[in-house]
């Protein structure tokens, strides 16, 4: 079974960082595209950043509300995904989520991170 485990949120200020970790198995990462979404109280999830596979370049694709503050990359070797949110703002309050860019399933307990004003 598909599991995506996330790890590393956390409360900061604004203007604040924060990295963001996604763990599964090899055969669950490897080879497809892997995206984080959030989902804020009261909203619908939405995807933020995603990553091709190695194989396919291993291009990133961001939502403009994150572009230029938040990058994705994955390590292979460790089975990892990870997000690196700068220059946070108390609109990124939600909790987190990995999972295929498309196709997601199984959804993890995912992250909550909290952007204090």
């Known amino acids: 079974q598909v599991q995506f485990v996330e790890s590393g949120g956390g409360l900061v200020q604004a203007g604040g960082s924060l990295r963001l970790s996604c763990a599964a198995s090899?055969?669950?990462?490897?080879?497809?595209?892997i995206g984080w979404y959030r989902q804020a109280p009261g909203k619908q999830r939405e995807l933020v950043a995603s990553?091709?596979?190695?194989?396919?370049?291993?291009?990133?694709n961001y939502a403009d509300s994150v572009k230029g503050r938040f990058t994705i990359s994955r390590d292979n070797a460790k089975n990892t995904v990870s997000l690196q949110m700068n220059s946070l703002k108390p609109e990124d309050t939600a909790v987190y989520y990995c999972?295929?860019?498309?196709?997601?399933?199984?959804w993890g307990q995912g992250t909550q991170v909290t952007v204090s004003s």
């Open positions: 990553i091709s596979s190695v194989s396919s370049g291993g291009s990133t």
């Open positions: 999972n295929y860019r498309f196709s997601p399933r199984n």
């Open positions: 090899a055969s669950t990462f490897r080879g497809y595209n």
